[in-house]
């Protein structure tokens, strides 16, 4: 079946480094690629997303870059902050142009002041 | 925008008894779903309506869960009779449309003794 895989789990990075998450898709008919942070103890927040029709999206300090070929995506946070820290999850679409998302495990990013 | 807003934020019963998990999506949202999260099993979709119809439930776990949509801006999540394994933190989300980004609720985090 479909299937997203995310790397690494954990992630550590001194505040002001980058700090760059990978996910692997498996249905190469996927078409659009949500990131959500989540904070402990609180909702999924949606901070980027990426369409399949582009290969890089940018917002700020954060950018997504999305290789069809390869079937991969990943999220890039520049100039980390400590209220970076959050669990991050990938997500990629089941189909074309579904509401149905296949999510990645999460990758706990701990940014160290 | 006051967001998707989920009621109650917490929940503590015992297993056989009835849960009722509220949502209202946000204004003028035409698609609403609803998803569980575990450690184990990560963020799963449980169930998916369009303009009030449901579309999609082939995530709810048993019969024991039903979840209705009366009206465009209030969904219900039930578990009847519920079980420690149902334990868990329960999000509503609702998009625009099918094809836009889901937007969370604050979860429900429930507790099954």
């Known amino acids: 079946g479909e299937n997203v895989e995310q790397h690494p789990s954990t992630l550590s990075v001194q505040e002001g480094d980058s700090a760059v998450i990978k996910c692997t898709y498996s249905?190469?008919?996927?078409?659009?690629f949500p990131w959500y942070k989540q904070e402990l103890g609180k909702r999924p927040q949606l901070i980027i997303d990426i369409r399949s029709n582009v290969g890089e999206k940018k917002d700020q300090r954060i950018a997504v870059t999305l290789n069809k070929t390869a079937k991969h995506f990943s999220l890039h946070i520049t100039e980390t902050q400590p209220e970076d820290s959050a669990v991050y999850f990938c997500a990629a679409s089941i189909g074309s142009g579904t509401y149905k998302y296949i999510f990645g495990t999460g990758t706990r990013l701990k940014v160290l002041a | 925008d006051a967001g998707v807003i989920q009621s109650p934020r917490h929940e503590v019963t015992e297993m056989g008894q009835e849960v009722t998990l509220r949502c209202k999506p946000i204004?003028?949202?035409?698609?609403l779903f609803w998803y569980r999260q575990t450690m184990m099993r990560g963020l799963e979709l449980l169930i998916y309506?369009?303009?009030?119809?449901?579309?999609?439930d082939s995530g709810m776990p048993e019969d024991r869960f039903s979840a209705k949509m009366p009206n465009a801006s209030f969904s219900t999540l039930k578990i009847q009779p519920s079980e420690p394994r149902d334990s868990a933190v329960y999000f509503c989300?609702?998009?625009?449309?099918?094809?836009?980004?889901?937007?969370f609720g604050d979860g429900t985090r429930l507790s099954i003794l």
């Open positions: 249905d190469s008919a996927s078409n659009y």
């Open positions: 204004s003028g949202h035409n698609s």
């Open positions: 989300a609702s998009s625009l449309t099918q094809y836009q980004p889901q937007h």
């Open positions: 309506f369009n303009n009030n119809v449901p579309i999609d």
